[in-house]
């Protein structure tokens, strides 16, 4: 038998605007996976990142299950009461219906899942990021998978030197789902130069050419096209498996010492370097700056070890420190250019209106 690992991750409400949620939020979402989960999943953990929630389950019902995504869903709504009655910032903010239809993709929450033969050891990362866009994962995933600079694999590994497909999709294409499949090492120039636009071109999933299995999910939904407004950055989820006939956990993690810049920050709306986070961090300056923490899990038979934070250790505090830096001075540079994202980004934003207003009164000069 197969089985699933899902992430389904939302914000539903934050202390003092967007630091992070409060205990008996928290605890309630919590709560009601752990009662409610009872028969219906394997195994299961709560946590969050920022003011964002993430619920792990694995389980045997396969992906886009109902009964799996309606318990998060639920769990969410509940909580949502809490954060209300606590007058929390953004109680339900990613919760964009209320009625459940079916699954939670196209409703807010953010979606990571994959279906896998378990090996005997089975070892795998969760991602959680806040502040940001999906496209976060962008360059970290093309350099895990792409370039022995940081996966020594490709070149040491039989396996992996056979390399994998990408699924990308388009997010800025709404109708359905537009995707494109390319392949390393072959189209990885033409990987490279669909990547480089995170703002548009996700990496969706990613696979083993060698032996057919899925590697990675990312959750790909952007708020902004299903809400047709700003509602708050995407904030993606995302799961990788590591070592054996994938990059090692090491590799996977590499990428990240180089602290790269990434939209979103303050109202989603400025460039930032991303800050690896221990569990359970908050939010702080600037609304920011763009957090992503990293979870690792070994498995058997669906049960769960509890979590590995890879980013608990003395040398991510170099990176974080250097992050800050980096991210303080994008910040001093304030509205002006790459400091802050470009109109095509802006346009749920309160700016358009300003736009709109002052286009009435340009005029045309005689020559």
């Known amino acids: 038998m197969k089985t699933t690992l899902s992430i ?39 946590g969050y990142t920022g003011d964002d929630i993430a619920i792990l389950t694995t389980h045997k019902r396969g992906p886009l299950d109902s009964k799996i995504h309606k318990l998060c869903f639920d769990a969410f709504m509940t909580g949502t009461k809490v954060a209300k009655s606590q007058g929390l910032y953004g109680a339900g903010q990613d919760l964009l219906v209320e009625a459940f239809s079916g699954n939670v993709r196209g409703m807010g929450p953010q979606v990571a899942e994959m279906e896998i033969e378990e090996r005997p050891a089975e070892p795998f990362l969760m991602f959680a990021a806040d502040k940001t866009e999906p496209g976060v994962y962008n360059l970290p995933l093309y350099l895990s998978f792409c370039d022995p ?25 709404t109708k359905a789902d537009r995707i494109i499949e390319l392949v390393t090492p072959e189209e990885t120039y033409d990987i490279a130069a669909l990547l480089r636009d995170t703002g548009r071109f996700v990496v969706e999933s990613i696979w083993s050419r ?95 070890t509890e979590p590995a934070d890879c980013f608990d250790h003395p040398y991510w505090d170099y990176v974080r420190e250097k992050s800050a830096k980096k991210t303080e001075e994008m910040r001093k540079q304030g509205f002006v250019g790459p400091a802050m994202l470009p109109m095509t980004e802006l346009e749920y934003t309160g700016v358009m209106e300003t736009l709109k207003v002052l286009e009435q009164r340009f005029k045309t000069r005689a020559k």
């Open 8 to 46: 389904i991750k939302a914000d539903i409400g934050s202390i003092g605007g967007h630091i992070k949620p409060s205990e008996k939020l928290f605890e309630t979402v919590k709560s009601y996976v752990e009662k409610k989960g009872k028969g219906l999943f394997i195994d299961s953990y709560v």
């Open 149 to 173: 600079f940081h996966c020594g694999g490709l070149l040491l590994s039989p396996v992996l030197k056979k390399g994998f497909k990408f699924v990308i999709m388009d997010v800025a294409y």
């Open 210 to 304: 060698a032996t057919g299995e899925q590697v990675a999910s990312v959750s790909t939904t952007r708020l902004h096209n299903i809400a047709g407004k700003y509602t708050g950055k995407d904030d993606p989820v995302m799961l990788i498996r590591s070592q054996k006939d994938f990059p090692a956990t090491g590799e996977i993690l590499s990428p990240y010492t180089i602290a790269h810049y990434a939209a979103g920050d303050c109202r989603g709306s400025h460039n930032v370097a991303v800050m690896p986070v221990k569990k359970n961090s908050s939010i702080s300056f600037f609304d920011g700056p763009v957090v992503v923490s990293a979870l690792a899990f070994s498995m058997q038979n669906g049960i769960l």
